[in-house]
């Protein structure tokens, strides 16, 4: 079996790809809009767009997806983002992984857009 094959890992609620996904999940709601209110189909789409992330163009993302909303928290849709996030990381802890929000970050940066001249040089 291929270290990167999806379908070992997702037999298990804890394994590395589930986690990073609720890495990308926490980062996320923290940083987009904590003290918004938490809602179902929100947390859907973050949920599947962070596993569509992970596994990128390789079929999988949505038994990733299905496996990370399973080993999520309950979600208490009362609740702010931010707070769910805080859940979420601990569940990560619990599970014996841990992650920053620079784990998050891009590995290749961005190149910038080529600068316009300021006074058009006529």
């Known amino acids: 079996m291929n270290a990167t094959d999806l379908k070992a890992p997702l037999a298990d609620a804890r394994s590395e790809d589930v986690m990073r996904v609720l890495g990308a999940v926490a980062h996320h709601l923290t940083v987009s ?3 918004g ?4 189909d929100a947390l859907a789409v973050v ?5 569509y992330e992970i596994c990128g163009p390789r079929s999988g993302a949505s038994l ?10 309950v979600g208490d849709f009362g609740i702010t983002r931010g707070e769910y996030a ?19 970050e891009p590995v290749i940066p961005k190149i910038p857009a080529p600068r316009s001249p300021k006074g058009g040089g006529r």
Do not use: F, H, T
């Open 37 to 40: 209110k938490l809602g179902p």
């Open 64 to 73: 990733l997806a299905d496996a990370a909303m399973k080993a999520a928290p």
């Open 86 to 104: 805080l859940r979420v990381r601990r569940v990560i802890a619990d599970a014996g992984y841990e992650w920053s929000d620079e784990d998050n």
């Open 47 to 51: 949920v599947s767009s962070k596993a």
């Open 33 to 35: 809009r904590p003290d």
